[in-house]
């Protein structure tokens, strides 16, 4: 069956532009989360969806990133006025009930320039 | 707050020698620990979970609660294992999940 997708695959944006990041889950999996990869820095957490709600958007790094998912499958994050060091792999993963494995989608490559 | 450290950024290793991969926690309560690998060009995935108790690929985990560690070991490194792996905690439920920084392990033929 399909897996976690993600797109665009890469983006090219210039600084202070938004740009918007798509992800597609495994048809059933309730919970979806965003990490972002940066180099040296592991996956960090930005946020997690239980259904439609997120209950814990900590991780965001600043008011400039959201996101949101309806009916309980896509979601789209959102960064508005882009800065340089936002450019990552932003990647999206989707599990059965949140507890357990992860299925993580290719990432989404941002640059900023 | 859960932390996840894994103290090595890269690990060399020759073919054939034993691997361990280490990786610490801090948790106040029952954690869940896994660990995902990330070989070239593919996705994240995952390795195993201290809860199967299982082996996978030759790799094993076992959870230390006293230590708080979860290192992962393979006592004969092949060089189809040269990888990123990443330690990963939950609190379980619909919480999130803290990753390490990953480790780099080099498998040198």
């Given amino acids: 069956g399909a897996g976690v997708s993600q797109s665009p695959s890469n983006k090219v944006t210039e600084k202070g532009k938004d740009v918007e990041l798509r992800c597609d889950p495994i048809s059933g999996h309730t919970a979806l989360y965003w990490y972002r990869q940066s180099l040296g820095q592991g996956l960090e957490f930005l946020i997690y969806f239980q259904g439609n709600s997120a209950p814990d958007k900590s991780g965001l790094p600043s008011d400039r990133f959201s996101a949101e998912r309806t009916g309980g499958s896509v979601s789209t994050l959102t960064i508005q006025r882009t800065q340089q060091e936002d450019s990552a792999v932003y990647l999206c993963a989707s599990s059965l009930g949140g507890r357990g494995e992860q299925y993580f989608g290719p990432g989404t490559r941002l640059t900023v320039t | ?109």
């Fill in chain 2, 1 to 109: 707050a859960q932390r996840v450290t894994q103290p090595e950024k890269l690990l060399s290793v020759f073919k054939g020698a034993p691997v361990e991969l280490k990786c610490n926690y801090s948790y106040s309560g029952s954690p869940e620990l896994f660990w995902y690998v990330q070989y070239s060009r593919q996705r994240l995935q995952l390795l195993l979970r201290h809860i199967s108790r299982e082996s996978i690929k030759g790799f094993t985990a076992d959870l230390n609660k006293g230590e708080t560690s979860f290192h992962l070991k393979k006592p004969f490194a092949q060089e189809e294992d040269s990888a990123m792996y990443y330690c990963a905690l939950t609190g379980g439920g619909y919480q999130k999940v803290t990753f390490g920084i990953g480790t780099k392990l080099q498998v040198i033929p």
